[in-house]
């Protein structure tokens, strides 16, 4: 099993940046992908950004292709959500997931069901 605790939301202005962490317990991290999720208001939780174990693949959501970039310290158990040039549209709780599948097919990895370990998230606010 792996615990998660997201960290780095807060209040910024449009076009300001974030940088949101993920800590993970236990000592096979490195088997995990990780993915990053938000979940506005009234809406239901998207894919935001997902990040292969060993942190040699990564796939986004057109929404954010360009202006988030996730990585991972598998030294640290780690991961990150780097977001640059925010919009108001961004403005969501913001989860970490991680799954031991390996999501190879193109495609997968971006449906929350596909993730067996949630973080209990982190608020993100951008204001225009």
């Known amino acids: 099993q792996v615990q998660l605790v997201e960290s780095g939301g807060g209040l910024v202005q449009a076009g300001g940046s974030l940088r949101l962490s993920c800590a993970a317990s236990?000592?096979?991290?490195?088997?995990?992908?990780m993915g990053w999720f938000r979940q506005a208001p009234g809406k239901e939780r998207e894919f935001v950004a997902h990040?292969?174990?060993?942190?040699?693949?990564?796939r986004y959501a057109d929404s954010v292709k360009g202006r988030f970039t996730i990585s991972r310290d598998n030294a640290e158990n780690m991961v990150y959500l780097q977001m640059n040039s925010l919009k108001p549209e961004d403005t969501a709780v913001y989860y970490c997931?991680?799954?031991?599948?390996?999501?190879?097919?193109?495609?997968?990895?971006?449906?929350?069901?596909?993730?067996?370990?949630w973080g209990q998230g982190t608020q993100v606010t951008v204001s225009s």
């Open positions: 236990g000592r096979t991290f490195s088997s995990y992908a």
């Open positions: 990040i292969s174990a060993s942190g040699g693949s990564t």
């Open positions: 997931a991680a799954d031991r599948a390996r999501f190879l097919l193109p495609g997968t990895g971006k449906r929350a069901d596909e993730y067996d370990y």
